[in-house]
């Protein structure tokens, strides 16, 4: 992504509303959120059997769970 050019986009439908990289970092607070992701992407080796092993990674089947630090605006920030 080139951040010079990049632009974010919002609309209901009726209007759109544009912000640039600049905007998104200079108008709005960056947060940080540490989570956990749960059975997210269980049954991977079900799906790799339906996809005949085209499926990259370990084929696992129950317990997924992962960790992931984001950071950035809050989405409800820029929404209001």
Known sequence: VNI???K?????GKSTHSLSF?????????HTITSTL???GN???AMNNEEQGTIRGA?????????A???GVRLRDVLQ
């Open 8 to 12: 974010l986009e919002i609309g209901n």
């Open 59 to 67: 084929p696992w089947y129950v317990g997924a769970i992962g960790n």
């Open 69 to 71: 630090r984001w950071t």
């Open 22 to 30: 600049d905007d998104l970092t200079e108008k709005y607070q960056s």
């Open 38 to 40: 749960a059975c997210s």
């Open 43 to 45: 049954r991977r080796g």
């Open 4 to 6: 010079n050019e990049y």
